[in-house]
Structure formats: structure tokens, C-alpha cells
């Protein structure tokens, strides 16, 4: 309580984050009024996804179900599909207390379908950096290709410049011998 004064001083995040967690320990002692001020005010400065699903489940606690469904919905408005399948499991778990088969069996559904999109995004991407890979090794080798070809083709003309050295060199040799011998 101490701290709280000083909460405009700190950035929204941390503002949010504080009031959220305030909320969080009033929640774990039930005092659900409390709670619920801690994160009305979190929302007012930035909405945050662990808010409205507190929000969520204190309303269900309460028996509100419809206002519970709506801070849940709230939550699961996000792109981050982590964050919406976390969302989903807590939502799933109270739904599974009220034994409400039909409702938890669409939550899984919907957790199924964003793990399969997670597990099949890694997969594009893990084959995105194979691929990334495999065209720089195949780059990588036609550099060193092209560069031995390069060394090859010196070589060869090195030797043929040297070759043609020694062949002038000799045939001059050969003209001086014959020159002198005339």
C-alpha cells in the first residue's frame, strides 16, 4: 500500500502490472472486491490479457457467467496464439468445474486448432532456415567452385606464359647457335 503513491512515476506497463498483481494477491484471499478496483484501474491505464482474464474468473466465482465471458473474450482478443491458448486453459478450467462437458469440449477444440497452427507455423519456419541454409551452403560451394576453377584456369595460363618463355628462350637460343655457326 505503500507503494502505490508512486505508481504514476513508473511507465504504464509497470503501472499495470503492479495494480494486476495487487489484484492477484486480493484474488488468492478472495477479497474479489478489492481485487476488481486493482484492475478496473489496471484496464483504465493499458488493457493487458492477465487482467481480463482475473476479471474473468472473479465474475465466474461471483456467478456471473455472461460478464466472465465477456473479460475472457476480452483476453483472448490477441495475436500472440500463446497467449489465447493460455487463455483457453484457464477458461477451460472453469468451465471443466461446472461441468459444462459441451462448453469444455469446444475450449479444447479451439486449443487444439491454435496448437496445431503454433506446431505447424514452427514447421514453416524451421523448413524457412533449412532452406535459408541449404541455398547458403549451395552458394557457399559455387563460391569455392568458381573459385578453384578460377586457380585452375591461372595455373593453366601460367603455365602456358612459362611454357612459352622457355619455348622462346630456347628457339632464341637455337637462332644464336645457328646464327654463330654461319
Do not use: C
Amino acid at each position: 500500500r505503500q507503494n502505490i503513491p508512486l505508481l504514476p512515476f513508473v511507465n504504464k506497463s509497470t503501472q499495470t502490472a503492479t495494480l494486476t498483481n495487487i489484484a492477484i494477491i486480493h484474488y488468492d484471499r478472495q477479497n474479489y472486491d478489492s481485487a476488481k478496483i486493482y484492475l478496473q484501474k489496471s484496464l483504465v491505464i493499458k488493457p493487458r490479457y492477465n487482467t481480463n482474464i482475473v476479471l474473468g474468473d472473479i465474475y465466474y466465482k461471483e456467478g456471473n457467467i455472461k460478464l466472465a465471458s465477456e473479460y475472457w473474450e476480452k483476453a483472448l482478443d490477441t495475436d500472440n496464439i500463446r497467449l489465447k491458448i493460455s487463455t483457453l486453459k484457464s477458461i477451460y478450467k472453469r468451465v471443466l468445474e461446472t461441468n459444462d462437458y459441451k462448453e469444455a469440449h469446444n475450449l479444447l477444440y479451439r486449443m487444439k486448432n491454435l496448437n496445431d497452427s503454433v506446431e505447424k507455423s514452427l514447421k514453416t519456419k524451421e523448413i524457412a532456415e533449412l532452406q535459408y541454409k541449404y541455398d547458403a551452403s549451395k552458394k557457399e560451394k559455387e563460391y569455392y567452385h568458381e573459385k578453384s576453377r578460377l586457380y585452375l584456369m591461372l595455373l593453366v595460363l601460367l603455365l602456358i606464359v612459362f611454357t612459352s618463355v622457355i619455348i622462346i628462350f630456347i628457339y632464341r637460343r637455337r637462332i644464336k647457335t645457328y646464327l654463330e655457326e654461319i
